[in-house]
Structures are given as C-alpha cells and as structure tokens.
C-alpha cells in the first residue's frame, strides 16, 4: 500500500520560510516522480513542483521560480519543498504527489497517488 505522508507546514509570518518534507513508502521510490501541489481556500489545486526520478531535473509554475526549491533523497524516500520568501498568498493545504515516471523531465499532472496534505498559514 502507497503511503505518502506530508509534514512541516504551519504558521509562518510574511518573507518567512518552512520545509514540507514528504516520506514515501510502499513504492519503489527512485521509480516515481514526484510533485508537490496545493489548494488555497475555494480555489482548484494547482501544480507548484515537480522532480524527476533521479533528482537532476526539476520543473516549477511560475509562482514558484526564484523562491521554493523541491529536492529528493532517495536513500530517505523522501521528497522536500524549501519555501522561502512566503506570502500571504501562498497559504494553502500542501500535497506531495508521486507519478510512475522514467522520462528526464518531470510531470505536472497526472500524478497517481497524492498525500493527505499539510496546512501552510502566512501571516501578514
């Protein structure tokens, strides 16, 4: 059975920063990609981040460039999101996603199995 478990969110003032970390488990990890999503308050999820198998490639929205980093340690089966530079409007429900995914450059959509999410509350 797939589990993906989400941890780090909270409440963090503006300009702040946390690390969503995401442990993987009844999967063969450095098989999937892996993606991280969110979901604000009466809004659609959408697609932040994502990484490829190994960790060499990565691919992020627009809002995300420049100020969150996903990473992956597949000793761990752990993928992570460095957010920094938060804003008010980055408060949402995080998920971590992961997709059966060999080709070099990661997906944003289509993922398979998702987290049950962490809460990120930015303060202003």
């Known amino acids: 059975q797939v589990q993906l478990v989400e941890s780090g969110g909270g409440l963090v003032q503006a300009g702040g920063s946390l690390r969503l970390s995401c442990a993987a488990s009844g999967l063969t990890f450095r098989r999937y990609a892996m993606g991280w999503f969110r979901q604000a308050p009466g809004k659609e999820r959408e697609f932040i981040a994502s990484i490829n198998w190994s960790g060499g490639t990565t691919s992020y929205t627009d809002s995300a460039k420049g100020r969150f980093t996903i990473s992956r340690d597949n000793a761990k089966n752990t993928v992570y999101l460095q957010m920094n530079s938060l804003k008010p409007e980055d408060t949402a429900v995080y998920y971590c996603?992961?997709?059966?995914?060999?080709?070099?450059?990661?997906?944003?959509?289509?993922?398979?199995?998702w987290g049950q999410g962490t809460q990120v509350t930015v303060s202003s």
């Open positions: 996603a992961a997709k059966y995914y060999s080709a070099n450059y990661p997906p944003q959509s289509g993922y398979e199995y």
